[in-house]
């Protein structure tokens, strides 16, 4: 994969320029006597290394971002100022947020912006032209400014204004993050250091059915765990109880899986045991059964400790591990042990390790261990759709070199 034009590596000065940086600031808000403020500021401050380059280089920066999905109305609980009030004390700075993202008043404000500047534009989605990728609002976005710089790698996989359009008005490059999310996990489909394991949880074989075929020529061996695991179990004709699972096409698909990765030399890998609970709850009875025998009435909640601990062994011998999809329901504390033991191999692993983003990137930054890791990825479905092998419209807009 061609390496992205990224912000550190443009043949021009950035003194004296007026960039529009595209940023996902998506964050968790929460209610405080205070008033709103960021619950989990991760996006926020995996933005600032490209903000504060920018800065400290003479440029003058406008931050954009959406933020929840208001679909098109200004509504005032998915404001960007607290992202605003959290940047500016990640940056040591202040952040003004402009009353909207375009407009006369936006443009006056951004060409009048100083070097060394900083300023966040109002929520993109706010207006309906954003998602639909309008190109005269992409007109009136890239007004004012004179470079672009697209650091949303978790929004890249949208062909939006802010995301696609903007890139083709302006002079353009990524971001120093979103450069390194394609430089990781691209690298994972060209050149993994083997041998290569992917641990694949999540609730359904029909949403991780590209994947899986997308990783079986390049993997060793793919650890099989999360709710689709029954589905694979159902197809071979195991009982699985209550256990969530799909229907008839998508077992097809997992046997249809099972074959070809006998056929690739690829080890796809399925639990030998199982935590199964009487009902979905916290204080629900426990046991732990054979995968091959979930009795009635039980339903699959997590990977069992054998399980665990071959999926941790396989780990521990792999040169490269790529994880998306918790093992289990791991927001419920007693169904959260597999989930756990796949973050601690991880952690301890000599090898490349990366996690895909959404809930498995939620599991080890509950558990600590973000900065264990080789690589978390910013962007649940953008990575998955990278790692699907899908060209991503935010990215294949940005020059490479």
């Known amino acids: 994969m061609a390496r992205l034009l990224a912000v550190d590596a443009v043949d021009h000065p950035w003194q004296g320029a007026r960039v529009l940086v595209r940023a996902d600031l998506n964050a968790p808000l929460e209610d405080t006597p205070e008033g709103r403020r960021v619950s989990d500021d991760a996006r926020i401050a995996a933005s600032v290394p490209t903000i504060r380059l920018l800065l400290e280089q003479g440029a003058a920066v406008a931050v954009c971002s959406h933020l929840g999905r208001p679909k098109g109305e200004a509504r005032p609980e998915l404001s960007l100022g607290p992202c605003a009030a959290r940047l500016g004390e990640l940056l040591g700075q202040p952040v003004e947020l402009l009353p909207?993202?375009?407009?006369?008043?936006?443009?006056a404000r951004v060409e009048a912006l100083a070097p060394g500047q900083v300023v966040m534009l109002e929520n993109l989605r706010f207006h309906p032209q954003e998602e639909k990728n309008d190109p005269a609002f992409a007109d009136r976005l890239a007004a004012g400014f004179t470079h672009y710089v697209n650091d949303a790698f978790g929004a890249a996989h949208r062909a939006h204004a802010s995301t696609?359009?903007?890139?083709?008005?302006?002079?353009?490059?990524?971001?120093?993050?979103?450069?390194?999310?394609?430089?990781?996990?691209?690298g994972l489909l060209d050149a993994?250091?083997?041998?290569?394991?992917?641990?694949?949880?999540?609730?359904?074989?029909?949403d991780k059915l590209p994947l899986i075929q997308n990783l079986l020529d390049r993997c060793d061996?793919?650890?099989?765990?999360?709710?689709?695991?029954?589905?694979?179990?159902?197809?071979?004709?195991d009982p699985v109880g209550t256990s969530r699972h799909e229907g008839p096409e998508a077992q097809k698909m997992a046997r249809d899986l099972l074959e070809r990765a006998g056929r690739v030399n690829c080890m796809l890998q399925l639990p030998v045991d199982v935590l199964v609970a009487d009902r979905f709850d916290a204080d629900a009875d426990l046991q732990v059964v054979p995968s091959d025998?979930?009795?009635?009435?039980?339903?699959?909640?997590?990977?069992?400790?054998?399980?665990?601990?071959?999926?941790?062994?396989?780990?521990?011998?792999?040169?490269?591990?790529?994880?998306?999809?918790?093992?289990?329901?791991?927001?419920?504390?007693?169904?959260?042990?597999?989930?756990?033991?796949?973050?601690?191999?991880?952690?301890?692993?000599?090898?490349?390790?990366?996690?895909?983003?959404?809930?498995?990137?939620?599991?080890?930054?509950?558990?600590?261990?973000?900065?264990?890791m080789t690589w978390a990825s910013t962007g649940g479905g953008a990575a998955l759709e990278l790692l699907e092998g899908r060209t991503l419209p935010g990215v294949a807009v940005l020059p490479t070199r």
């Open 293 to 372: 025998a979930i009795p009635d009435g039980w339903m699959g909640v997590d990977i069992g400790p054998r399980t665990a601990a071959a999926y941790r062994e396989a780990i521990a011998m792999a040169g490269t591990t790529l994880w998306n999809g918790p093992m289990g329901a791991f927001e419920i504390p007693p169904f959260a042990a597999g989930t756990k033991a796949v973050a601690e191999a991880m952690a301890a692993s000599d090898g490349i390790t990366v996690v895909g983003g959404g809930d498995s990137g939620a599991a080890v930054a509950q558990l600590g261990l973000t900065d264990e």
């Open 100 to 107: 909207d993202c375009v407009g006369p008043e936006v443009q």
């Open 192 to 206: 993994p250091r083997a041998p290569f394991v992917a641990v694949l949880g999540g609730a359904k074989v029909s």
């Open 164 to 186: 696609e359009a903007v890139a083709r008005r302006l002079p353009a490059c990524a971001g120093l993050l979103l450069a390194r999310e394609v430089e990781v996990l691209g």
């Open 221 to 237: 061996r793919i650890l099989i765990g999360g709710a689709m695991c029954f589905t694979f179990l159902a197809g071979m004709g």
